[in-house]
């Protein structure tokens, strides 16, 4: 169903003015040219976030905003709404509130479905405002287990004979359940991996890999021919690793897929990153900065020059940090700025920023595409990754003849930065001069906020922190940082991860980062100057109010969001 045209208007032309009447039919046009849903357009063309989106909805009906994340949804509340019902009228019931039943609907204002609702639960319904893509992925949820549909397929697969199977068919409905299934789980990445005698399918939720399905091995020439036919890779190439991209429509929004295949003693391993259109991540109210360290961010990035350094090891979410930051400065000037990234390769792409995809086999590398940026009038460029002397060169001196430059580099903490960058021969003059803020992350799970559980840490506990992880001085400094209630430090009390059915068992839901900000200051610049060793500039930085990453955590597991084995796999005292 979803919202009409006319609606659409009334809210983004007339109510809000995010679009004026010849971009709002502009966006009609292409949605209609490029078949995607009108909705997905029109946050492209506002440059809005998803989460700016819903917001834009939910003050126009004067209801709450719902993202109907899989993990919240309560699927026996969900049930007391007939399936067909809630697929004909776009709506999920996905919890309790006193004495209604919060209900998710993508017109709030449809009054008869809302009444409809009410006599056929006999309760009060509290309506809230969802996407309808988030609707439609919910309403999988009525299938069962999402993973069951996987199961089924192979166990139909197992127990026909190979004489009468149709491998064509069995593959493609084998790939998209695995496909789709990656997508409304949230999976970051699909693991396909050959043995000796079966084929197992892995994805990564959370940061972790779980086993979803054992394939025949008899399927995995199929399997592997099918997605190098859909990413346009040389089917008949099995002896050299190869890389590609697809495209898939799924439940209305295109979620965009990235292969990489390397050659095993049993066969073609698969891995394909999934990378949703939607881009949800890229806000970065919703990466897990506390308030202080958020502000501190915001400031920096209204910076007319300089340089911005996300670091940490790989998989930490540097990426996603840095367009989080483009999705900022756009927020607020896009019509104002050009801006401009290099990388390798484009994960996401985003509206009306000119993107750069490296090619070394051309010589289009990092620094050769900073060379030529330069004399295309940037006022801000964000190049993906520092791998080498000349493209640190080319990025400090971007920044400081007059550009901001956001870049990422792969350091153990934030001083540590400054030491690598001298590594790469950038003398320190230069660093101190063009380097403004630093900030170092590592991605820790999320507590299930629906069966996570209180308890009191015995002096077992407590002991073992004082003596591995300096538990008093860093208790300590969060107390004289005054980012932390004395009520949570006085009264301490931890959580611990449960399961239940919303986390699938896991006692975990998505993920949050750990961060470690660090702003240069005139006494950090004169130590750089200076030539200090890291323990000196860290020293100063801590003097200064620098909070560390396991600061950051500690007021993470206070505050119930991690628990205290997951800090302490993640962070460094």
Same mark, same amino acid.
């Given at each position: 169903?979803?919202?009409?045209?006319?609606?659409?208007?009334?809210?983004?032309?007339?109510? +809000?003015?995010?679009?004026?009447?010849?971009?709002?039919?502009?966006?009609?046009?292409?949605?209609?040219?490029?078949?995607?849903?009108?909705?997905?357009?029109?946050?492209?063309?506002?440059?809005?976030?998803?989460?700016?989106?819903?917001?834009?909805?939910?003050?126009?009906?004067?209801?709450?905003?719902?993202?109907?994340?899989?993990?919240?949804?309560?699927?026996?509340?969900?049930?007391?709404?007939?399936?067909?019902?809630?697929?004909?009228?776009?709506?999920?019931?996905?919890?309790?509130?006193?004495?209604?039943?919060?209900?998710?609907?993508?017109?709030?204002?449809?009054?008869?479905?809302?009444?409809?609702?009410?006599?056929?639960?006999?309760?009060?319904?509290?309506?809230?405002?969802?996407?309808?893509?988030?609707?439609?992925?919910?309403?999988?949820?009525?299938?069962?287990?999402?993973?069951?549909?996987?199961?089924?397929?192979?166990?139909?697969?197992?127990?026909?004979?190979?004489?009468?199977?149709?491998?064509?068919?069995?593959?493609?409905?084998?790939?998209?359940?695995?496909?789709?299934?990656?997508?409304?789980?949230?999976?970051?990445?699909?693991?396909?991996?050959?043995?000796?005698?079966?084929?197992?399918?892995?994805?990564?939720?959370?940061?972790?890999?779980?086993?979803?399905?054992?394939?025949? +091995?008899?399927?995995?020439?199929?399997?592997?021919?099918?997605?190098?036919?859909?990413?346009?890779?040389?089917?008949?190439?099995?002896?050299?690793?190869?890389?590609?991209?697809?495209?898939?429509?799924? +439940?209305?929004?295109?979620?965009?897929?990235?292969?990489?295949?390397?050659?095993?003693?049993?066969?073609?391993?698969?891995?394909?990153?999934?990378?949703?259109?939607?881009?949800?991540?890229?806000?970065?109210?919703?990466?897990?900065?506390?308030?202080?360290?958020?502000?501190?961010?915001?400031?920096?990035?209204?910076m007319p020059h300089g340089m911005i350094l996300v670091t940490g090891p790989t998989g930490s979410g540097k990426t996603t940090t840095l367009y989080a930051c483009l999705q900022e400065i756009g927020n607020d000037r896009i019509d104002l700025v050009n801006i401009n990234t290099i990388e390798d390769p484009v994960e996401y792409t985003m509206p009306r920023i000119n993107q750069i995809q490296t090619q070394a086999e051309i010589d289009l590398t990092f620094a050769s595409g900073l060379r030529a940026l330069l004399r295309q009038d940037p006022d801000i460029i964000m190049v993906g990754e520092i791998r080498d002397e000349e493209t640190a060169d080319f990025a400090i001196r971007s920044a400081l003849v007059g550009r901001l430059v956001l870049s990422s580099l792969h350091t153990n903490d934030a001083t540590s930065t400054i030491i690598r960058l001298m590594d790469m021969k950038i003398e320190p003059y230069l660093i101190s001069s063009t380097l403004s803020l630093v900030i170092t992350q590592r991605l820790a799970r999320r507590l299930c906020p629906y069966c996570r559980r209180q308890y009191k840490p015995d002096n077992k506990v407590i002991n073992e922190l004082k003596r591995n992880h300096d538990f008093d001085n860093n208790l300590a400094r969060l107390k004289s940082s005054k980012q932390l209630e004395e009520s949570y430090t006085d009264n301490m009390k931890f959580y611990e991860a449960v399961g239940c059915k919303r986390c699938n068992g896991q006692g975990y839901s998505g993920r949050i980062g750990l961060y470690e900000i660090l702003a240069i200051s005139e006494n950090l610049q004169t130590a750089i100057n200076n030539r200090e060793d890291n323990n000196k500039i860290r020293e100063i930085a801590l003097s200064e109010g620098m909070k560390t990453m396991f600061n950051d955590g500690l007021i993470k597991v206070f505050k119930g969001e991690i628990d205290l084995p997951e800090l302490i796999r993640v962070a460094y005292s």
């Open positions: 169903m979803g919202l009409s045209e006319q609606l659409y208007r009334k809210i983004f032309v007339d109510e +809000k003015k995010v679009l004026n009447d010849y971009e709002f039919s502009r966006a009609i046009r292409e949605s209609v040219d490029s078949k995607r849903p009108l909705n997905q357009v029109l946050i492209e063309h506002a440059y809005l976030s998803p989460r700016q989106y819903l917001q834009l909805l939910a003050d126009h009906f004067q209801v709450p905003p719902s993202d109907l994340k899989v993990g919240t949804i309560d699927e026996d509340v969900m049930r007391k709404i007939p399936e067909d019902f809630a697929n004909k009228n776009l709506t999920v019931a996905f919890g309790m509130e006193s004495d209604a039943i919060k209900v998710a609907l993508d017109d709030p204002s449809n009054k008869e479905v809302i009444d409809q609702l009410g006599q056929m639960l006999q309760s009060r319904i509290a309506p809230y405002v969802a996407s309808e893509y988030s609707i439609r992925r919910a309403l999988v949820l009525y299938s069962g287990d999402l993973t069951q549909r996987i199961k089924q397929i192979v166990v139909k697969i197992e127990d026909k004979p190979p004489a009468e199977e149709n491998t064509s068919s069995q593959t493609v409905e084998l790939l998209t359940a695995i496909i789709e299934t990656a997508v409304l789980v949230d999976s970051s990445d699909v693991h396909i991996e050959p043995y000796e005698s079966e084929v197992i399918v892995r994805f990564r939720i959370d940061g972790l890999l779980r086993t979803i399905a054992t394939v025949p +091995k008899r399927m995995e020439p199929s399997i592997v021919a099918r997605l190098k036919v859909l990413s346009e890779l040389k089917v008949d190439q099995t002896r050299l690793p190869q890389d590609g991209r697809f495209t898939q429509i799924i +439940k209305g929004q295109e979620v965009n897929f990235r292969i990489s295949t390397i050659p095993t003693l049993w066969g073609e391993k698969i891995v394909l990153r999934v990378l949703p259109r939607e881009a949800h991540l890229f806000d970065i109210h919703n990466l897990g900065l506390l308030e202080n360290d958020l502000k501190i961010i915001k400031n920096y990035l209204k």
